[in-house]
């Protein structure tokens, strides 16, 4: 690990505006805090946090899980559907967007098999066929859920193209029908039972907050290093944090705005005895001319005493360049830095934003990182 001294941000703004060669950054040395001090948190920015766009929300969803005439597991996600709607993760994870309380209004099958392909339109078409029938009417009941759970034999193509279980592991939207009706597609990835009900959560959840695609998502500026995960939802927020065990079930956590807040772990519920680690980046964000290196320092935090954990970088993969980071180092403790190097390659148009996910420890979590072409 080098020990050149960096190029301080003043300086590389100073470099940007001059006929001269494009600056380069280098890394610096990592420190760590001193030995015996009393804990204290470190000092890091703030989580965001995710806005409501002015939709309706299903305060009391009435959830109907439904199944197709030969799927496999249609006993269990019945009883899952029971007892999820009534558990207390459902209060712990929504109450504060402002879910209320949450029924499974029935169990329905329809005729069955499946059909093994189905876009969204025609399943959307099924489902309304079966109103009055063996699903209840949106009209009758305006917080409807349908819980759509699918065999590993059928093929889903969701509106923007993406086929679930190699896009994303399920999905939910709304319908006009009379009034409207939301509903979850739950696919069979082949990851198991527990796999299929806590994708079924996941969705319940993110469905309740936004059915109609307009209610609670991350929404921030463009200028905020957050905004790669702009149009995310609670759910997807939180997506590669440990499951929680409720009821006998392994269930998602759930990006809270209040925990965030907090400035701790932003996704609840948190488990008792949990010390979280992440980082922050200084500055957050940088501008930089083609050719250009940029030094960022990366400052660990975390809640609890705990031993330097393991950092790594990856860049985003819907940045609109690679800013080829570099991690110096390859930890951090709590109050202790090392260096990201990022650059702006040959190519990259004015304006255009790389990104890097500085990840800690072993569950994925992340803090991002922007630079942008000037």
Request: with cysteine.
């Amino acid at each position: 690990m080098g020990h050149r001294p960096l190029l301080g941000v003043t300086g590389l703004v100073g470099l940007l505006g001059c006929g001269c060669d494009p600056p380069v950054a280098h890394c610096g040395p990592d420190t760590q805090p001193p030995a015996g001090a009393p804990f204290v948190s470190a000092p890091h920015p703030a989580f965001p946090s995710v806005s409501n766009h002015g939709g309706r929300l299903l305060a009391r969803p009435e959830v109907v899980t439904v199944t197709f005439a030969g799927y496999a597991h249609a006993a269990e996600v019945g009883q899952f559907g029971d007892a999820v709607t009534a558990s207390q993760w459902l209060a712990a994870v929504a109450a504060e967007y402002g879910v209320v309380a949450s029924t499974q209004l029935a169990r329905a099958t329809l005729p069955g098999p499946a059909p093994a392909q189905l876009t969204d339109p025609e399943l959307t078409a099924l489902l309304e066929a079966q109103f009055g029938a063996a699903l209840p009417s949106p009209e009758s009941h305006p917080d409807l859920l349908l819980l759509v759970y699918l065999g590993p034999e059928v093929t889903v193509t969701s509106p923007d193209g993406g086929v679930l279980c190699s896009a994303y592991d399920g999905d939910h939207a709304s319908a006009a029908h009379g009034g409207r009706f939301a509903y979850a597609v739950v696919p069979d990835c082949q990851h198991g039972l527990g796999y299929t009900l806590s994708t079924a959560a996941h969705e319940l959840v993110e469905a309740a907050v936004d059915p109609d695609g307009d209610g609670w998502f991350l929404d921030v500026p463009a200028s905020d290093p957050w905004s790669i995960d702009n149009q995310k939802e609670i759910a997807d927020l939180c997506g590669d944090e440990p499951l929680v065990t409720f009821g006998g079930y392994d269930l998602p956590r759930i990006w809270s705005n209040d925990a965030a807040r907090a400035g701790g772990s932003p996704c609840v519920p948190i488990p008792p005895g949990e010390v979280y680690v992440n980082v922050g980046a200084t500055p957050a964000t940088a501008t930089a001319r083609v050719g250009a290196t940029v030094a960022f320092t990366i400052t660990g935090w975390s809640t609890a005493p705990i031993a330097p954990w393991d950092v790594f970088v990856e860049t985003n993969d819907t940045s609109a360049f690679d800013p080829q980071a570099m991690m110096c180092g390859s930890s951090v403790g709590n109050g202790g830095t090392t260096t990201l190097l990022l650059s702006v390659p040959q190519g990259a148009r004015s304006g255009d934003v790389g990104a890097a996910l500085v990840y800690s420890g072993g569950y994925r979590r992340f803090w991002p990182v922007t630079l942008r072409a000037e």
